[in-house]
C-alpha cells in the first residue's frame, strides 16, 4: 500500500489490490471487471508498482480513451507526490515534433545532425592538439612539428566534410539536444508527472527536441503512461521496449478500457493500400532508366488495374460518398475477385520474380531518396511507391486466402476534385493472432473495464491462457437507481418501419422525458433511428441530435447545462464511452431496441473467422455481435450515476431484455447476474408510473411533480 496515495480505500478497492498484489507474484494475467465508483486505476497501479519495485520492472499504463489518459496523469500525480516514483507520460512523435516533419524525414534530419556533431567534436578535439604539438614544435621539438603536419592533414578533411554537410538538412532541435546537458531536463522531468504538452513547451522555449529528450530519459522508469498503439503494434512496441531499455519480460501492462483491445488489436493488424499509392509507383517507374522497370512496371499496373476493375463493376457510383464504402471480394469458395483479376490482367510469365524484381526496385529507390534527402538534394524525404505497393502485393498474393484474414476494397469521393480512388485490404479478423504473443511475452498484464465479462470470452479472443479473473459490480447506494426493462416489441431491423412500434417507442420516450426530473439519454442502434426520433418525440424541453461528422462537444455542453431535454445519439457513437454526464447532466438513460451493429460483411467475415477459430457453438454471432452489443449497452447505460449521490433510472426498452420467452433472441442471459436481477420488468403503459415513483421517493423534482 506503499503507493496508495489517500487515506482510505474505496468499499471492496483493497481487496482488489490484494487479489492483483497475489496474482502479480504468481505472473498470472488478469481479468479485472469494475463498476464505475471501484476505483480501479488504483487497485491495479497500486500493486504493480509495488511489485515492479521489487522485482526491478516497469509498470507501463495504457488506454484508447483521451479522458483515462488525464486520469491516470493526476492519479500517479497524486502518487508522485506521497512516494516518489520516476513516471513519463509518452506521446507519438506526430504531435511533438517542433518543425512538424514526418518519421522518415526526423531519421534523416537526426543521422546528418549526429554526423555534424561528431564532426564538430572531432575538429575541437584535433584543434586542441595541433595547440599543444605547436607549442611543443616552437620550443624546438621536430617529432611534435611532424606530427602536428598529420592533425591539420585531418582537420582539412574534417573541415572539408563539414562544408559538404552545411548544404544538407540538420534538426537545429536536435543539435541542442546532442551539445548540452540534459541534467536540467531530467531534473525537471521526475519533479512532477509532467504531461507531453508540458514536455513539449519546456523543450521547446530552450531549443530542444522534447520527443528526443523524452526518449532518451525512459530508462529506469516506474511507469510509463501511453496509448494503446504503443503496445498493440508489433513494430512499435519493440522500439519502444527498446527505448525503455527493457524486454517484454520486464513490462507489467495495464491495460484500460481493455474490452476495446479487440478492435484496436484488429485495426493494427490489418493492412492496406491505396490506389494513389499505386499511381505514384507507375509515375516513379515512368522514364526510369532500369532494365527492371517495365516488368515492375507490369506487375503494378495489373494490380492497379485489377483494383479499378473490381470496385467500378460493383458499384454504383453516385452512392459513393467522402467516407470509404466497402466492395465485396472475397469469394467462399477460390480465390478473392481482386487476386482473380490481377493473374487476368498479369500477362508477363512469373508473378514470383517479377514481384521480386519490384521489391529489391523499390528498396533500391527508397534508399536513392534517403540519400538524396540526406545530402540535401531534396527538401522532403520521398518515399518510395514502388516499394510500398510492392509490399502489399507480395502478403496480399500470398495471404488474401489464409484463415482470420478478409480481402476487402473500398471506395472513397475525393470532395475536393470529386474523383473516386479506391484501397486494397487485408482485414485481420482474429485479434488473438497479435495479442497472444503479446501477453505471453510480457511479465504480467492487467487488463480493466467495466465492461469485460464474460471473461471467458475475452480470454479466448485475445488469446490469454487461463487468466485470474475478479469483478466488482456498482459500489453505489443500489437504492439510488432502477433499471427497467420495458416489455416494448422487440425492435428487430425489419420491424423498425413498422408505425405501430415506432409509435410504441415514440409514447415511451415521452414519458421518459416527461417523468424524468432533469435530462434524458437516448442511446439508438444508429444515427438514422437516433435522427428518426428526435424528429418524431415531442416534449416540454429541447431534442438534441448528435449526427455522424459533426462534432458533438459544444451540443453534448448545451445539453447538460439544460433541464428537461432530450439527447438521441447512437450506441457506436463516441458518446457511449470515456464520456461523463456528471450529476444532473443525464438523470435518465436509455437504450432503444438490442442495438446491433450493422451487420456488414467485414463483420460476417469476422463472425466466420471465429466460427472457425473458436470451439464454442455459434462463437461467430455470440463473439463478435452479440457480446460486443451487450458490452456496449452497459458502456451506456454507466453514463448516468457517476457517483454514489447521484439518482437515475436506466431503461433497456425492448422485450428481449425483460424475462419474456424470446427464445434465443433473448440478451438477459448476457448481462452478468448481478445486473440481471437488477432488471426490474415494466409495460410501456406503466413506465411514467414506474419513472414518477421512482424519482418521487427521492424527492427529486425541484417543482410540482408532473402528473401522469
Ligand atoms: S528531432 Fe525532434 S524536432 Fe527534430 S525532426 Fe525529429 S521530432 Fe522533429
Known sequence: MRFFPYAETYDGQQEAIDRIGDALEARENVLFEGACGTGKTLAALVPALAHARREDKTVVITTNVHQQMRQFIAEARAINASTPIRAVVFRGKASMCHIDVGYEECQVLRDTTHDRVELEQDRAQLERRQRDLLEQAQAGDDEAAEARGVVMDELEEIESDLADLQDRSTCDHFFENLTTDRAAFEQWLFDEVRTPDDVYAWAGQRGYCGYELLKDTMDDLDLVVCNYHHLLDPAIRLQFFQWLDRDPADIIAVFDEAHNIERAAREHASRSLSERTLVAALDELTGLDDARADGVRAVIEAFHDALVGAYEAELGFADVGADWTDVTIANENGPDDLTDRFHDHYREGSVESG??????????????????????????????????????????????????QYPVISVRRDE?????????????????????????????????????????????????????????????????????????????????????????????????????????????????????????????????????????????????????????????????????????????????????????????????????????????????????????????????????????????????????????????????????????????????????????????????????
Open 355 to 404: 514481384l521480386a524484381d519490384a521489391l529489391a526496385l523499390g528498396r533500391e529507390l527508397d534508399e536513392r531518396y534517403e540519400t538524396a534527402y540526406r545530402e540535401g538534394e531534396t527538401a522532403t524525404r520521398r518515399e518510395s511507391g514502388t516499394l510500398q505497393s510492392a509490399v502489399f502485393i507480395d502478403d496480399y498474393l500470398a495471404e488474401a486466402d489464409e484463415q482470420g
Open 416 to 708: 475536393g476534385t470529386d474523383e473516386l480512388y479506391g484501397r486494397a485490404e487485408l482485414y485481420a479478423c482474429i485479434p488473438r493472432e497479435i495479442t497472444r504473443s503479446l501477453f505471453e511475452e510480457l511479465h504480467a498484464s492487467v487488463l480493466m473495464s467495466a465492461t469485460l465479462r464474460p471473461f471467458e470470452v475475452t480470454a479466448d479472443v485475445l488469446g490469454l491462457d487461463s487468466p485470474r479473473t475478479m469483478a466488482y459490480g456498482l459500489r453505489f447506494p443500489p437504492e439510488n437507481r432502477r433499471t427497467l426493462a420495458v416489455d416494448v416489441p422487440p425492435l428487430f431491423a425489419s420491424k423498425r418501419d413498422d408505425p405501430a412500434i415506432q409509435q410504441t417507442v415514440t409514447d415511451v420516450l415521452e414519458d421518459a422525458a416527461a417523468f424524468t426530473p432533469g435530462n434524458t439519454l437516448a442511446f439508438f442502434p444508429s444515427y438514422s433511428e437516433a435522427a428518426r426520433y428526435a424528429d418524431r418525440v415531442a416534449i416540454d424541453g429541447s431534442v438534441y441530435l448528435d449526427e455522424p461528422g459533426v462534432r458533438v462537444q459544444d451540443r453534448k455542453e448545451r445539453f447538460a447545462d439544460d433541464d428537461g431535454a432530450m439527447l438521441c445519439t447512437s450506441l457506436w457513437g463516441t458518446l457511449t464511452e470515456g464520456v461523463s454526464f456528471d450529476g444532473d447532466a443525464a438523470t435518465t438513460v436509455i437504450v432503444v431496441g438490442v442495438p446491433y451493429p450493422h451487420l456488414d460483411d467485414r463483420l460476417q467475415a469476422v463472425q466466420d473467422a471465429y466460427d472457425e477459430a473458436f470451439d464454442e457453438l455459434n462463437a461467430g454471432w455470440e463473439y463478435a455481435v452479440e457480446i460486443p452489443t451487450v458490452r456496449k449497452t452497459r458502456q451506456a447505460i454507466g453514463r448516468a450515476l457517476r457517483s454514489p449521490d447521484e439518482v437515475g433510472v436506466r431503461i433497456l426498452a425492448d422485450r428481449r431484455y425483460t424475462r419474456a420467452n424470446m427464445g434465443r433472441y433473448s440478451v438477459r442471459g448476457t448481462f452478468p447476474p448481478e445486473e440481471r436481477d437488477e432488471l426490474v420488468g415494466v409495460v410501456p403503459e406503466k413506465l411514467r408510473y414506474a419513472l414518477l415513483n421512482f424519482y418521487s421517493d427521492h424527492e427529486a423534482w425541484d417543482g410540482a411533480r408532473p402528473t401522469p
